[in-house]
């Protein structure tokens, strides 16, 4: 067996966004994203969100911050697309087809942090 053959499994990353006010982002998750809020360090300079196998750390930064890009493959990004919007959030780029071929929308939170959401 080679050394490639015994690698270690790992598990998903876990992003790291900086933000102004970290409870303020955590109800912002849940609300317009379905986030259910996990913990918040005392003091609120850390804390956390998940929804199921996501999970996403905020860490409280003074401004200027540059925001963080990610992107999200959904199974149903039509049902996800619409989920969200109903829920109120900021859709900054409506779900269409790319000219590369993924079918995408983008949602820019509180922060200025984006998630593109994605399907082939």
Known sequence: MSAREK?????????ELPVMDV??????????LGFAI??????????????SDVAIFFRKRMPPFEPAVHWLFA??????????????ANIVEPLKTKPWGLRQFTVKDVDGNLFYFHHD
């Open 38 to 51: 996990g913990w918040l360090y005392p003091g609120g300079e850390i804390g956390a969100v998940s929804r």
């Open 75 to 88: 199974e149903d990004i039509d049902a996800l697309h619409l989920e969200l919007k109903s829920f109120g």
């Open 7 to 15: 690698l270690a499994a790992m598990g998903r990353p876990v992003p």
């Open 23 to 32: 409870q303020r982002a955590q109800e912002h998750y849940r609300d317009a």
